[in-house]
C-alpha cells in the first residue's frame, strides 16, 4: 500500500464509449501525475499537477482530458479512444519539487 | 531529452545470487528513484538516490552523479525479487519531468 488509489483496476470499453480513470492520494501530497505503460514500452509521462493547476502536458492527444479538483484527487476522462491506446495507467503524488514520486497500482485499460 | 538506459534488459538468476543492475543517463539530474514493478504492475519506491550511497536490507544502491550512472545491487536473491526494476530520473531541465529507463526484467529461479 503506497498511499496512492486508483479506480477500476481493469476497464474495457469501446471507440465510441466515454469514460473516466480516478486517483487518489492520501499523502499528504502537492503534485500529482498521470502516466501511461505500453508494452515493449518505457512509462510516459503524461501530465504533472501541482495544487490543482496543470504544469505539463506531453503532447497528450486531446481525446485525453486530465482534471485535479483538489491536491488530492486526479480524473483522467477519456473518449473516442483508439485500440493502440490500451495499456496500464499510472498515477503517482509527490510533494513537489526535487522528491521522490509514490505510484498507485495503475488502471489496465482495454480498447475494442 | 534526457535519455536513460538500463542494462541488462533481462536477468535470470538462481535463488541466493547476487547481481548489479545499472542505469546510465544522458544529462545531470536533480532526483533519481529505483523501482520494482510487480507482475501486477505496481511500482514500488526502491530508493530516492540522486548522489551518495544507500542500503535497505539486501537491497543497495549507489548513484554517482558526475559520471552519470547509477547502480542496484540485489543481493541473496529470493523468488519474490522477480519483476522489472526501473531506473527513473528527473533532468535539472525541470522539476517534476521524470524520464523512465527501459527497464531489467529480473527471473529469480529457485
Known amino acids: ?42 512509462l510516459e509521462l503524461m501530465f504533472v499537477y501541482n495544487f490543482k493547476e496543470q504544469t505539463e502536458n506531453n ?21 473516442t479512444l ?15 519539487g526535487a522528491s521522490p514520486q509514490f505510484f498507485g497500482p495503475g488502471t489496465r485499460l482495454t480498447v475494442l | 531529452g534526457i535519455q536513460v538506459e538500463q542494462s541488462p534488459p533481462d536477468l535470470i538468476l538462481q535463488e541466493g545470487a547476487n547481481s548489479t543492475l545499472r542505469c546510465n543517463f544522458s544529462d545531470s539530474v536533480n532526483n533519481l528513484q529505483w523501482f520494482h514493478q510487480n507482475p501486477w504492475g505496481q511500482l514500488i519506491n526502491l530508493f530516492y538516490i540522486p548522489s551518495g550511497t544507500k ?30 526494476y526501473f531506473c527513473a530520473v528527473e533532468g ?6 521524470v524520464t523512465f529507463g527501459t527497464g531489467t526484467k529480473l527471473q529469480v529461479i529457485p
Open chain 1, 1 to 42: 500500500e503506497t498511499g496512492v488509489t486508483q479506480t477500476p483496476r481493469h476497464l474495457v470499453m469501446g471507440m465510441t464509449n466515454k469514460k473516466s480513470l480516478k486517483c487518489e492520494q492520501h499523502l499528504g501530497h502537492n503534485a500529482m501525475y498521470w502516466y501511461k505503460q505500453s508494452a515493449k514500452k518505457p
Open chain 1, 59 to 79: 503532447s497528450v492527444p486531446s481525446r485525453f482530458s486530465p482534471e485535479c479538483p483538489n491536491s488530492s484527487h486526479l480524473f483522467l476522462h477519456l473518449h
Open chain 1, 82 to 96: 483508439q485500440p493502440e491506446d490500451s495499456a496500464l495507467y499510472l498515477c503517482a503524488s509527490s510533494q513537489g
Open chain 2, 55 to 84: 542500503q535497505n536490507g539486501r537491497l543497495s544502491a549507489t548513484t554517482v552523479a558526475t559520471e552519470r550512472y547509477s547502480l542496484l545491487y540485489i543481493s541473496s536473491s529470493q523468488t519474490t525479487d522477480s519483476g522489472v
Open chain 2, 92 to 97: 535539472s531541465g525541470g522539476y517534476q519531468k
